[in-house]
């Protein structure tokens, strides 16, 4: 009874006090269109994906209108390094992503969110901006990502004309609007750490501090086996005062155990014999263990998962604050919300964590391998590089459809640097079913060092079908200093781009997914050569200076003359004189004797 | 310039041009030994170099490794369940549990099904597993393999049990950045050569571009062995870094355990002395001669896509060292080669080892072969120059010994391809070829012939030929000698081996002279010819390595490894016999025969 009375009693402080609290925010603050969301999903083999999503509008930041609203430079909760990218640049749409890891469709299925927010490796930015001509588009696009550059702490500063492309079927089509080009590029060999975290996190109107965004944290998120950041603005819908919607997400891949495995010891050091898992149904005594993967139960916190706790709340939001549980019914999930009243403890997700000071969520299962059934993608594409030769080589892709009946229609796009030179009529399909698998082609070839090559191929992939697609390119020799530092290491490739095209009768989005990155290797010099050919080259001119020297300022004579000049030579007769000198003396001595 | 003029005219003074015109044969010959102890003067002291790390990336053993103690445990566990494969024949079945046991590992696994080219046998399966780097963007990897079979014909049991083990403690590293890939092939020859090609070609599970490769021997189930063998030969000349084998050799002696090149055998491991160093560096030469006709230990397989690889091999029984220590030296060289940020590009590519810590590089060896060139140029010069025809003599007769040059150079590239092709066994093949040489040799026993001629008429062809004036086979001469010379040039940087060992082997054919009729020592002179022509034979020598060579047994297995060679492992031995040699022989016998 005791307990029962006390549990009310607190309810009914905590909901008088959570009145208290909402009255004295609405009193201090306006709320700002803020909303936050996390999604956990458990997958097979005891991962887990984290999706962390932030949405949040701006006011209308274009110059003239804000001064009608507010008479300075106020963004309000948008963040202000980012407004006067909108107001110098006519950028009308950003979206820049960060990724690193590999996500294995075939195991954990569609990427989240049907790949829109995720990544290729390395770092990947496409805008839409407003100009007369492609020349100014290009201006604005170099302002911009050397802006980006700054802001982000990434290379950006390095995209120029030869990494820029123009996709023309990939993303939105620009054509409807008058003067509006896409532009994308993407720096594959970015690694992608914490100083791009930072700055990504400083966009946040809690800036990390609070609400869900105060789990992230660099080396739980960069130690997952696969994450991806993305931040996109674009204009909001059914707007007309050129208001801005800004969406950022993280999603990271995480793998429960070795997680807490590797918090426990980052090295996998040998462990005592009784901590050894070994299989029971196999030989195991004191020397033999067959070791024991799976592991079905699971009981851990997120505080321990993320090695930090939810912590205030995002007062500052219009919207939602929640954590979101996306599974089957063999999973035990609870909130425990912290208050300066007490702690209580909710089954039922969502949750919202605006309620609490401190949040914690307890997930547990005695059968981890029972998840949502997997949504597989329609097609899966790999890509990998054939040949051995240093002078050419070529590509191949492998398009596989797994389904019965369905056939899968998709835009493959792929750009290509300009040391690349591409022959497109080596392009060709293993199956030989040319016209009934390419629909489209839109192909521009690369100019050296001015622009990249760019493919874009509207596919229909059959159903039941592997499709391999080949084409061969030769290698080109690079200038001595257009050579990377470390330039052994090779050349990195773009991932390509595939965008499968929804079914709209199905009302079906369209899924958007990157293959690998792939390594380049060009022919290198040996960097230390052009030395030994300034050594080489100096000795040669040494040489023939002195011969052609001695050829100007020496008298030619015959040999004759020669012999009888060296007989008129002071030396010479010194010398046969000392030599007559000599005999005689010797001479003398010895008649003396 | 002036000293040169000096000397210019002393020697003309003193006439030496005739007077070394007149030598140049014996200066050839001369040149031919002083190559041949050029490469023995190599062991030497003073004369080779001890080994070095030059990438500073890799750091070998400066990470402690943790495959000890529980993972000892492991691989036992590992190894019994593997113990208990032996007994099932198909290797596919094999391949279907240790694939089960790679995904609960958590790899993606995949198998590749190839075909031999040998009829008899059925289609054969290789696994492999892939482990994706957490730490780095998939672009590169590394392969750890094992086949099922060692070259001796030993189950590999210690091996796959290993790369299984590793493969489980690898994945829980998290500090790979290039992706790890797990090999289990049938042998360690053609099966795992067929992999590495389809890798670049067909597979659809790949990791990207493979920087290095280590196999793993390890026979048996005992848990204690006593050396390492150190394997590193590649195909067609090509060696794995430098850097790599010294990675291998400073990682597995930093272990206490010792390391044997060119198989070394147990006894004579501490040995360091001239002997010990010229048995080892001659073993290399002909290794990396005959790499690929024989049955390869696995590392060959890489060569040729800037793979690095060599094999490991455990050795002996009950020695101080254990499995866990064997299994230390893959994991401490792929945290070397993790560490690399390029390709391998920093130390020698060219080189002979001496021992496990000396070397000579390729600078230092190289004169040997360049000295054999020279000989052959100096004696193809010396015929001109020795035959008393004028120049204008020579020019007219040109065309027509190029001629009957390209004639030879047909036939024998004709016969070299169709041999590869036609579907006789290579014991057949060796006895035609053999018995044929050495018939046509003995016509260059023409003294013989003058007593009976019998065998003129069985030669018809012969007759023919006689005509030809002494111009014609003069030049003749000189442009085949010319020829040699130039075979050895190319080869020599690309593969010294092959150009060294084929310099040696024509030295003999300097020596043929023409038969003046009349001459006292005609029966002489024809039988040093015959021995000359015999001596370098390309099917000699075949005959010679067969016999002598433990790993070939018999001549019929070298025949049979150069011609199946190119088909398996693109190896380019047979072609560098057809189309470098032997019209060199088979232009030096015509020359015989017809004076």
Known sequence: ?593 | MALLEQIRRKVYKLGLVPKITKRLPLISFLLGVLSCIWILYLPVDGQYRRTYISENALMPSQAYSYFRESEWNYERGYRDEIHKLKDIESIFERNKVISEWLEAIGLNTAVHQFHYNDANKTAGHNLYGLFHAPRGDGTEAMVLAASWNTPDGEFNEGGVALVVSLARYFSRWSIWSKNIIFVITEDSHYAMRSWVQAYHISLDLTGGAIEAAVILEYPGEHDYFKYVEVIYGGLNGQLPNLDLVNTAVSITEHEGVKVSVQKVKENELNRNDYFSRCKVLLSGIKELAFAGLKKTNGCEAFSGWRIQALTLRAKGYGGGADITTFGRVPEAMFRSINNLLEKFHQSFFFYLMLSPRNFVSIGTYLPSAVLLTVSFGISSASIILNSKHSESQILMVLPKSFGLFTISFFISSLLGVSLMYIPVSPDIIFRVLMSSGIILSSQSLNYFNYENNIQNKTFPMIRIKINLPLTVLHSLLSITLLYTSLVITSLLVVHFSIAFLIGICLLPLTFVRPLRIGSESLKLRSFVNFLCLVISCPWTIILVIGVLDKDFGTPFKVMEGLLTSWRDFEVWTWFIITFGWLPVWLEIFSYCVIS
């Open chain 1, 1 to 593: 009874m005791d307990l029962l009375y006390w549990n009310i009693s607190n309810f009914v402080v905590l909901v008088t006090s959570l009145f208290q609290l909402n009255f004295i925010v609405a009193s201090c603050f306006d709320k700002f269109p803020a909303e936050e969301k996390l999604v956990l999903t458990p997958l097979p083999t005891n991962y887990l994906l984290a999706s962390f999503m932030f949405e949040l509008d701006s006011h209308s930041i274009k110059k003239i209108e804000l001064d009608e609203i507010t008479n300075d430079s106020n963004y309000q909760a948008f963040p202000k390094v980012l407004g006067p990218i909108f107001e110098s640049t006519n950028v009308t749409e950003l979206h820049l992503k960060f990724a690193r890891g590999y996500w294995d469709a075939e195991k954990w299925g569609k990427l989240p969110n049907n790949g829109e927010f995720s990544g290729g490796t390395g770092v990947e930015l496409w805008s839409t901006i407003d100009a007369n001509s492609e020349e100014e588009a290009f201006a604005q696009w170099e302002i911009l990502v050397n802006y980006l550059s700054g802001l982000f702490c990434a290379s950006m500063n390095f995209i120029d004309k030869t990494t820029t492309t123009y996709p023309q079927k990939l993303f939105e089509d620009t054509s409807k609007y008058e003067n509006r080009y896409l532009l994308r590029s993407v720096l594959p060999k970015e690694p992608v750490c914490t100083e791009n975290l930072t700055p990504f996190l400083r966009l946040l109107p809690t800036k990390g501090k609070a609400g869900i965004s105060s789990l992230l944290d660099g080396h739980q998120l960069f130690y997952s086996p696969w994450h991806s950041m993305s931040i996109d603005i674009k204009p909001k819908l059914n707007s007309s005062k050129g208001e801005l919607h800004m969406s950022q997400h993280i999603d990271q891949l995480i793998n429960i155990p070795s997680t807490f495995e590797y918090f426990r010891s980052p090295i996998p050091k040998p462990v005592s014999g009784d901590a050894l898992r070994c299989d029971d149904n196999k030989r195991h005594d004191l020397y033999y263990c067959f070791p024991k993967e799976s592991i079905n139960n699971l009981s851990y916190e997120l505080k321990d998962l993320f090695g930090k706790e939810i912590e205030n709340r995002l007062l500052i939001g219009k919207g939602k604050s929640e954590i979101c549980f996306d599974s089957t019914e063999e999973w035990k999930i609870s909130g425990v919300t912290e208050t300066i009243e007490g702690i209580s403890i909710n089954k039922e997700p969502p949750f919202d964590i605006n309620l609490s000071d401190k949040f914690n969520v307890k997930i547990e299962t005695s059968q981890s391998g029972k998840v949502k059934k997997i949504d597989y993608p329609n097609i899966f594409v790999s890509r990998s590089f054939t040949g051995y030769r240093e002078d050419s080589g070529g590509i191949r892709i492998v398009f596989k459809n797994p389904s019965l009946e369905r056939a899968v229609r998709l835009v493959y796009f792929e750009s290509l640097p300009w040391y690349m030179r591409i022959y497109l009529h080596t392009l060709e399909l293993i199956e030989r079913l040319e016209n009934l698998i390419i629909k489209e082609v839109y192909f521009q070839p690369s100019v050296d060092r001015k622009r990249p090559g760019q493919i874009e191929l509207e596919l229909i992939i059959p159903p039941n079908s592997i499709i391999s697609m080949n084409y061969k390119f030769d290698k080109s020799l690079l200038l001595y200093s257009e050579y990377p530092p470390d330039a052994n290491h090779g050349f990195e490739l773009d991932p390509s781009v595939v965008k499968v095209i929804g079914d709209s009768s199905r009302s079906e989005k369209d899924y958007f997914f990157r293959t690998t990155s792939l390594l380049l290797s060009l022919p290198t010099p040996d960097f230390s050569m052009p030395y030994n050919v300034i050594i080489f080259t100096s000795t040669v001119m040494a040489l023939t200076y002195g011969t052609i020297f001695n050829l100007l300022i020496k008298r030619l004579i015959n040999e004759e003359e020669t012999e009888g000049n060296s007989k008129n030579n002071i030396l010479k007769r010194l010398k046969q004189k000392f030599l007559v000198k000599l005999k005689s003396t010797i001479q003398k001595n010895k008649s003396q004797q």
